[in-house]
């Protein structure tokens, strides 16, 4: 099956992608308008699309013998210069298909790449890329670079009979080991800062990528994060301190998001980015309720937080851009599905407070507040009560400094224990 698409980019490329047969035609649609989607993502023009009904992949060419000439004919008529596959090739896949097509065969996996690369901003971001582009170039060596792979002996060489392939790998192996190493570094500097932010509690906005969560980590927190109608606009995390409803100050997080088929080595690669996640208090997990594949983003994001060991933590389902929906039925039947879930525009504040409110009442149930006056001798003591819990109040009186403090559920035994004379009232 062949769909003509018409676009206006850069370099002009085919998709492909093999299907069940009987696969539901809507849903395989809308997997590749993500996937073209990713495309202009990356700046490029898709012409065509080529779809392919197979029980499973071809293990030779992906997409059969036979549609492989269909697939070169194709390429000649729209002049393109590569061919975008929806999943990830094999080595020996992407060889094959270069030599029969003569362009450049690009899957999935090496198109999110480059969009990372072209995204990232930090010097995180840019080591965990870099990272991932290597961990996904190394099996595929033998194919790009067969120029390379004369053999040559000499001074600085393993020695005689070495490949340069081999050479080459060998250097990207230890590119890796000092990119791991690095990235360690960066999360040993994390680890220090987000011990110093323990007293606080902290949400994470999670989700698939584009449902708005960088606007709603603005609307929230007053942040400037970078905002686009583009996929994986926010690569780095941002954390900002916001005041909830009942005066508290929490911190909210917003990284980057995820996707169907989101390649295992770039999330092993963004742990550390994804560890505010990993270490937030409760998860506030964003929904565009207005792509039809709503229910597939849910899934995918809830099987990834479940690969990151995070999937048995408090969850907020929040569904965004809900001023979009045209038709009113489907708000009740989203309430109906989703009990408990929160509606909201985070473009236009719309029934943000709620969401704040759903948060505080979380905050409520964490601990308990404590109001405690301690004697100026002891003011070592008052030090420490900052590490303990969130500092709400502090007055220096003639007596001593009175201090109302909330403390965490998992603290309150050193309150209880080590600070129990001080306390004056709780609530």
Same mark, same amino acid.
């Given at each position: 099956?062949?769909?003509?698409?018409?676009?206006?980019?850069?370099?002009?490329?085919?998709?492909?992608?093999?299907?069940?047969?009987?696969?539901?035609?809507?849903?395989?649609?809308?997997?590749?308008?993500?996937?073209?989607?990713?495309?202009?993502?990356?700046?490029?023009?898709?012409?065509?699309?080529?779809?392919?009904?197979?029980?499973?992949?071809?293990?030779?060419?992906?997409?059969?013998?036979?549609?492989?000439?269909?697939?070169?004919?194709?390429?000649?008529?729209?002049?393109?210069?590569?061919?975008?596959?929806?999943?990830?090739?094999?080595?020996?896949?992407?060889?094959?298909?270069?030599?029969?097509?003569?362009?450049?065969?690009?899957?999935?996996?090496a198109l999110i790449l480059d969009i990372f690369a072209h995204r990232a901003r930090t010097v995180e971001a840019r080591t965990q890329v870099e990272l991932a582009q290597l961990q996904y170039l190394m099996p595929r060596l033998s194919r790009m670079w067969t120029h390379l792979s004369k053999q040559y002996g000499g001074v600085g060489t393993k020695g005689p009979g070495e490949t340069q392939i081999e050479t080459d790998r060998r250097i990207i192996r230890y590119r890796i080991q000092r990119l791991k190493e690095k990235l360690r570094e960066i999360d040993?500097?994390?680890?220090?800062?987000?011990?110093?932010?323990?007293?606080?509690?902290?949400?994470?906005?999670?989700?698939?990528?584009?449902?708005?969560?960088?606007?709603?980590?603005?609307?929230?927190?007053?942040?400037?994060?970078?905002?686009?109608?583009?996929?994986?606009?926010?690569?780095?995390?941002?954390?900002?301190?916001?005041?909830?409803?009942?005066?508290?100050?929490?911190?909210?997080?917003?990284?980057?998001?995820?996707?169907?088929?989101?390649?295992?080595?770039? /999330? &092993?690669?963004? @742990?550390? $980015? +994804? *560890?505010?996640?990993?270490?937030? %208090?409760?998860?506030?997990? !964003? #929904?565009?309720?207005?792509?039809?594949?709503?229910?597939?983003? /849910? &899934?995918?994001? @809830?099987? $990834? +937080? *479940?690969?990151?060991?995070?999937? %048995?933590?408090?969850?907020? !389902? #929040?569904?965004?851009?809900?001023?979009?929906?045209?038709?009113?039925?489907?708000?009740?039947?989203?309430?109906?599905?989703?009990?408990?879930?929160?509606?909201?525009?985070?473009?236009?504040?719309?029934?943000?407070?709620?969401?704040?409110?759903?948060?505080?009442?979380?905050?409520?149930?964490?601990?308990?507040?404590?109001?405690?006056?301690?004697?100026?001798?002891?003011?070592?003591?008052?030090?420490?009560?900052?590490?303990?819990?969130?500092?709400?109040?502090?007055?220096?009186?003639?007596?001593?400094?009175?201090?109302?403090?909330?403390?965490?559920?998992?603290?309150?035994?050193?309150?209880?224990?080590?600070?129990?004379?001080?306390?004056?009232?709780?609530?």
């Amino acid at each position: 099956m062949i769909e003509q698409v018409t676009s206006v980019e850069n370099e002009r490329g085919i998709i492909a992608s093999v299907v069940r047969k009987g696969a539901d035609r809507n849903e395989v649609t809308e997997h590749l308008d993500e996937l073209e989607f990713l495309a202009t993502t990356a700046n490029v023009e898709i012409a065509a699309r080529l779809i392919q009904e197979r029980e499973r992949p071809d293990l030779a060419s992906y997409i059969g013998r036979g549609k492989v000439q269909e697939l070169k004919q194709l390429v000649e008529d729209n002049k393109a210069a590569f061919v975008l596959f929806d999943d990830e090739l094999s080595p020996v896949q992407i060889r094959n298909l270069e030599r029969e097509l003569e362009v450049k065969v690009i899957d999935r996996s090496a198109l999110i790449l480059d969009i990372f690369a072209h995204r990232a901003r930090t010097v995180e971001a840019r080591t965990q890329v870099e990272l991932a582009q290597l961990q996904y170039l190394m099996p595929r060596l033998s194919r790009m670079w067969t120029h390379l792979s004369k053999q040559y002996g000499g001074v600085g060489t393993k020695g005689p009979g070495e490949t340069q392939i081999e050479t080459d790998r060998r250097i990207i192996r230890y590119r890796i080991q000092r990119l791991k190493e690095k990235l360690r570094e960066i999360d040993q500097q994390k680890v220090v800062q987000r011990k110093q932010r323990q007293s606080q509690i902290r949400f994470a906005l999670v989700g698939y990528t584009n449902a708005g969560k960088s606007t709603l980590m603005n609307h929230i927190t007053g942040a400037d994060v970078y905002m686009e109608d583009k996929l994986f606009a926010t690569l780095d995390t941002t954390v900002r301190q916001f005041t909830l409803p009942g005066g508290q100050t929490a911190l909210l997080s917003d990284t980057v998001g995820f996707i169907r088929k989101l390649p295992a080595h770039l /999330i &092993a690669s963004f @742990r550390s $980015t +994804l *560890a505010e996640s990993i270490e937030a %208090d409760m998860l506030i997990h !964003l #929904v565009d309720c207005t792509n039809p594949m709503y229910t597939e983003h /849910i &899934a995918v994001v @809830r099987e $990834t +937080l *479940a690969g990151l060991n995070i999937g %048995d933590k408090p969850v907020l !389902l #929040v569904f965004n851009k809900i001023d979009a929906l045209e038709d009113r039925e489907q708000v009740s039947a989203l309430e109906y599905e989703y009990p408990g879930c929160i509606l909201l525009s985070a473009a236009t504040g719309y029934n943000v407070r709620s969401l704040l409110s759903a948060m505080q009442l979380y905050v409520d149930g964490l601990g308990s507040d404590y109001s405690m006056l301690i004697p100026y001798k002891n003011m070592g003591d008052v030090a420490a009560l900052y590490s303990v819990g969130e500092i709400l109040e502090r007055t220096d009186g003639d007596d001593g400094v009175e201090i109302h403090l909330r403390v965490l559920r998992e603290k309150e035994h050193l309150i209880q224990n080590k600070y129990a004379e001080y306390i004056r009232a709780e609530s």
